[in-house]
């Protein structure tokens, strides 16, 4: 989808790579915070995978 998007913006602005890099900024910031929301409810479920797994890491 995201992609998508570019492409049109693209078009209509003829390119303005600051303006894409801060729509592909705002993207991966959403997917972060959403990323460390689910990793924050699997530690609740599930307790903290490194030390659970930590002999893997020794």
């Known amino acids: ?11 209509k602005t003829k ?3 600051k303006e894409i890099n801060r729509i592909i900024l705002e993207e991966v910031r959403e997917n972060e915070g959403n990323q460390r929301k689910h990793t924050g409810i699997a530690r ?3 307790g903290d995978f490194k030390e659970k797994n930590q002999h893997r890491y020794d």
């Open 15 to 17: 390119g303005r790579a």
């Open 44 to 46: 609740e479920k599930y």
């Open 1 to 11: 989808m995201i992609k998508n998007q570019i492409r049109g913006y693209c078009e």
